[in-house]
């Protein structure tokens, strides 16, 4: 035991001084840096008095640089609704501001509020957009061109296999892509159109997304618009919407440095993800429904570091009998720590 003790503690000495080493020749800018997300959640439903504690997500992420003109991120999530979940692995080439390739697994450039992270979300639980209709992951390869002079804008277009994130050694006779365009005219403004092809059994499905914001003041106002449509007519067209708007109060004085007041509505109509039966058909995974959403938001710090959400979800049916569990009115508290 006491050998493999003095082993250790060598071996320890040793990484130590190549660390060190490392560290001055190695300029600073090209360690990796380490991020998380950690979110707690208590959900009582108000309908039949069920409650639950939840990990919402408890993420790890590293991303750097190895290269001056070479990037990479991975992330994980370590409790994704308790399951452990690989989600961001790639790497780019960034010429410089303006370009970069990108290949690996990767959120799949689309819609807005699908785009966020959860620690740039406004509210506890995401739009159905951004949940149920208009949520991809996949692995592929993307570009982006970036302008900020003149008329600033942003394009995103890419390549992918189209079979999820576990299904990596199937082979496809055609590829998924999705293309985003975000225009940005004046400060604090932003409008995105994008559209994505994706098939994730045999049946091609396609997407149309608009959506902009404006942000002046203490004022945020968005609204997003999704059209999803299947091919062969062999299931009916989808319509995804919502539209929210934050308020913040800034305070100079105690715990909170800024309290957020947030309204929301969406709304969507019967949906299938993709998926088939065993006749080969596609059927529903998501009742038509719309939501009326609540809030206020008390942050310790800045905006997305250390968020306490409360919110209130009101939702209606055209078939109150078909909905989900999870998906009926009910009071949201969330702790959110980012780091």
């Not at 689309?110 to 966020?116: M, P």
């Not at 982006?144 to 390549?159: D, T, Y």
């Not at 299931?235 to 309204?263: P, Q, T």
């Not at 206020?296 to 979800?313: H, I, P, Q």
Request: contains cysteine; hydrophobic residues 40%; proline residues 3%.
């Amino acid at each position: 035991m006491k050998m493999i003790t003095m082993f250790v503690v060598s071996v320890l000495t040793i990484m130590g001084g190549v660390v060190a080493s490392a560290q001055s020749i190695v300029s600073s800018e090209y360690f990796p840096e380490v991020h998380g997300t950690i979110r707690g959640k208590y959900e009582f439903q108000t309908t039949n008095g069920m409650q639950r504690f939840q990990v919402r997500n408890a993420r790890i992420g590293l991303n750097g640089k190895i290269l001056p003109i070479i990037a990479y991120k991975a992330e994980i999530d370590l409790s994704d609704e308790g399951n452990i979940k690989m989600l961001d692995a790639y790497a780019s080439v960034v010429p410089d501001e303006r370009w970069s390739v990108t290949i690996g697994q990767m959120r799949v450039p689309f819609t807005i509020d699908a785009h966020r992270s959860p620690h740039q979300q406004y509210f506890a639980n995401r739009s159905f957009i951004a949940k149920q209709v208009g949520n991809v992951r996949d692995v592929g390869v993307t570009g982006a061109f970036l302008l900020k002079e003149g008329l600033p804008l942003k394009l995103e277009g890419g390549l992918f296999n189209g079979s999820g994130l576990t299904n990596q050694k199937e082979w496809q006779r055609t590829l998924n892509y999705s293309v985003k365009f975000q225009l940005m005219p004046w400060q604090n403004y932003n409008l995105t159109l994008s559209t994505q092809k994706i098939c994730p059994d045999h049946i091609g499905i396609y997407m149309y997304d608009i959506g902009t914001y404006y942000e002046f003041g203490n004022w945020h106002i968005e609204a997003e618009y999704l059209y999803k449509t299947y091919a062969r007519n062999s299931f009916a067209d989808v319509h995804a919407f919502h539209a929210f708007v934050n308020y913040d109060w800034f305070l100079k004085k105690g715990a909170f440095r800024k309290i957020s007041f947030l309204g929301r509505y969406d709304s969507m109509g019967d949906h299938s993800d993709g998926t088939t039966d065993k006749d080969g058909k596609l059927f529903i995974t998501d009742y038509s429904r719309r939501r009326v959403t609540g809030g206020v938001t008390l942050s310790f710090g800045k905006a997305f570091r250390a968020d306490l959400r409360l919110n209130y979800e009101k939702y209606f049916y055209d078939k109150p009998a078909l909905a989900k569990e999870s998906e009926q009115d009910k009071l949201v508290m969330e702790l959110m720590v980012r780091f």
